[in-house]
């Protein structure tokens, strides 16, 4: 009876209640956007000059055509930045946000990702609320270089659960106070070491499966979670390029 308890508790309650949570801090943030609050305590920001993109100073596992060599179309595109309708544009350049405060929404349609998004992937801070985390250290949304994230794939709101389903093409919506930000499936590692350090690094790419990822810099988006299902033994990466962003 006991070990049934810890079962449901695991994979129902930590569901049910993170994903409510998530659910709450996504509206928040939404609704303080729309209000045009400034230094909220939910999303909160450091003000800066105005920059546009490029402009900054200095089943198991990913479906086969995700995975992609040294040599395909995927690498080598440079830094070029995004462009679509509407234009570049501009866009405030902001400092980092606080430890674990949620500053973004993350949209992924293929799998109905909603989640926030938050600084750093500590569990207790970030993951196990259900939000997405944000390695320290890498880009942020929309930045030149890699902006990569962490997500649980089991329990606690799991919203990086079905991201394997991700093929070349499919969209990955990042929205921040700003502005909203689309990236493009491009590749991925189906499993891999979790000491693979450089799918995460600013030119993403596999060291343990040479061949897999990119050789010049650009805009990159890296989402991580752990693989096989259930367990935390290897690592399942998705990554994506920046196609266009649309001011708030």
Known sequence: MVLLMLVVHQLWWTNREAKGGAEETVQALVREW?????????????????????????????????????????????????????????????????????????RIPKVGVVAPVAQGVGKRGVLDKGYIGHYPGTAQPGQPGNFAVAGHRNTHGEPFRYINRLGKGDEVEVETRDAVYTYVVSG???????????????????????????????????????????TSKYRLVVWGKLARMRPR
């Open 188 to 230: 991925g590692v189906a499993q891999t070491s979790e000491r693979d350090v450089a799918v995460i690094g600013d030119v993403p790419r596999s060291e343990v499966k040479p061949g897999l990822g990119y050789r010049e810099p650009g805009y990159y988006l890296t989402l991580t979670t752990c693989t096989p299902e259930f």
């Open 34 to 106: 729309g209000e045009g609050e400034e230094g909220g305590e939910v999303a909160g920001r450091q003000g800066g000059a105005e920059v546009g993109v490029g402009e900054t100073e200095g089943g198991a596992g990913v479906e086969p055509e995700v995975g992609e060599t040294a040599g395909s179309e995927p690498v080598g595109e440079g830094a070029r930045p995004p462009r679509g309708s509407g234009g570049v544009g501009k866009v405030r350049k902001v400092g980092p946000p606080r430890w674990d405060q949620a500053y973004a929404v993350m």
